[in-house]
């Protein structure tokens, strides 16, 4: 894996925040499209760019009433409509795919809220995943309500859970933070290793791209604690960049001085080259 190009994103007086970059990447149309939101300007901020690097960047004005990407209660989406590419921003849908941002006024869906994973219940055959208490996660039997079994957790669940190879998968940040893999029927932990907090990953084959502890790109096999690679970074991933694999590459959100207090953070989409994994 190596970085391939990157390029510096706008950003408003005082730099980034790293929550306007929570909104994920969407691969459409042979383009990958990343938006965010510009506070001091109030401005919606689109990127579409293709796999060498050229892009375009357009800009929708906002007022400031309505949901940020990084919201629980009104999250932004994408919705793929007749041909067109819609974007989700708070209370208002806005086709991004044309050469200028309109507002989708005859476009009505309704959003279902976002629900937190703590929240949710994940059921697995026979198997009910669940959290029922801050930074625990158990796992009981669907029909005789037994608990199978039980771990304490570094950190909240902040990713969907998912079932692979008779494991679950999830990640999760705040007071520490892992991607953890847990044996389904044994309760075994495959893998837990110390991230700093794990909000976004990708799969690459049987493998999981993610950030490490101190910001830089690791390829691991989630079904250990073995890390297959690293990519050492000069702009780092933080626990709110959002990536994406389109097919031999992934693209992340990274951002420049990140380990130094009251500098001015700068955002970029970075492209790394992927190796196949032997």
Same mark, same amino acid.
């Given at each position: 894996?190596?970085?391939?190009?990157? +390029?510096?994103?706008?950003?408003?007086?005082?730099?980034?925040?790293?929550?306007?970059?929570?909104?994920?990447?969407?691969?459409?149309?042979?383009?990958?499209?990343?938006?965010?939101?510009?506070?001091?300007?109030?401005?919606?901020?689109?990127?579409?760019?293709?796999?060498? #690097?050229?892009?375009?960047?357009?800009?929708?004005?906002?007022?400031?009433?309505?949901?940020?990407?990084?919201?629980?209660?009104?999250?932004?989406?994408?919705? !793929?409509?007749? #041909?067109?590419?819609?974007?989700?921003?708070?209370?208002?849908?806005?086709?991004?795919?044309?050469?200028?941002?309109?507002?989708?006024?005859?476009?009505?869906?309704?959003?279902?809220?976002?629900?937190?994973?703590?929240?949710?219940?994940?059921?697995?055959?026979?198997?009910?995943? !669940?959290?029922?208490?801050?930074?625990?996660? +158990?796992?009981?039997?669907?029909?005789?309500?037994?608990?199978?079994?039980?771990? !304490?957790?570094?950190?909240?669940?902040?990713?969907?859970?998912?079932?692979?190879?008779?494991?679950? +998968?999830?990640?999760?940040?705040?007071?520490?933070?892992?991607?953890?893999?847990?044996?389904?029927?044994?309760?075994?932990?495959?893998?837990?290793?110390?991230?700093?907090?794990?909000?976004?990953?990708?799969?690459?084959?049987?493998?999981?791209?993610?950030?490490?502890?101190?910001?830089?790109?690791?390829?691991?096999?989630?079904?250990?604690?073995?890390? +297959?690679?690293?990519?050492?970074?000069?702009?780092?991933?933080?626990?709110?960049?959002?990536?994406?694999?389109?097919?031999?590459?992934?693209? !992340?959100?990274?951002?420049?001085?990140?380990?130094?207090?009251?500098?001015?953070?700068?955002?970029?989409?970075?492209?790394?080259?992927?190796?196949?994994?032997?």
């Amino acid at each position: 894996m190596k970085v391939r190009w990157e +390029i510096e994103l706008k950003t408003c007086n005082g730099g980034a925040w790293y929550q306007d970059h929570a909104m994920g990447f969407i691969a459409y149309d042979n383009k990958i499209y990343h938006c965010y939101y510009m506070q001091t300007t109030s401005q919606v901020v689109i990127y579409a760019f293709n796999d060498i #690097g050229d892009y375009s960047v357009k800009t929708y004005d906002f007022d400031k009433k309505f949901g940020l990407p990084s919201s629980l209660d009104d999250r932004w989406r994408y919705k !793929a409509d007749a #041909g067109n590419l819609l974007l989700y921003a708070g209370n208002k849908w806005l086709n991004i795919s044309n050469e200028q941002i309109t507002h989708q006024e005859d476009f009505e869906i309704e959003v279902p809220k976002y629900v937190y994973p703590s929240n949710q219940e994940y059921v697995f055959n026979n198997r009910v995943i !669940a959290f029922p208490k801050e930074r625990t996660v +158990i796992c009981t039997n669907q029909e005789t309500k037994e608990i199978v079994w039980k771990h !304490a957790l570094k950190g909240y669940p902040y990713t969907t859970i998912e079932q692979k190879n008779g494991c679950v +998968i999830f990640g999760t940040a705040g007071k520490g933070g892992a991607l953890y893999c847990i044996d389904m029927e044994t309760g075994k932990v495959m893998r837990d290793a110390s991230t700093k907090g794990t909000v976004h990953y990708c799969w690459y084959e049987n493998f999981i791209l993610m950030k490490d502890e101190y910001g830089h790109l690791q390829l691991v096999d989630p079904f250990s604690d073995k890390q +297959i690679e690293v990519v050492k970074l000069k702009n780092r991933l933080v626990d709110y960049s959002p990536m994406i694999v389109n097919r031999e590459y992934l693209y !992340a959100i990274t951002f420049s001085n990140v380990n130094k207090n009251g500098v001015d953070k700068t955002p970029y989409i970075t492209s790394f080259s992927l190796s196949v994994v032997q």
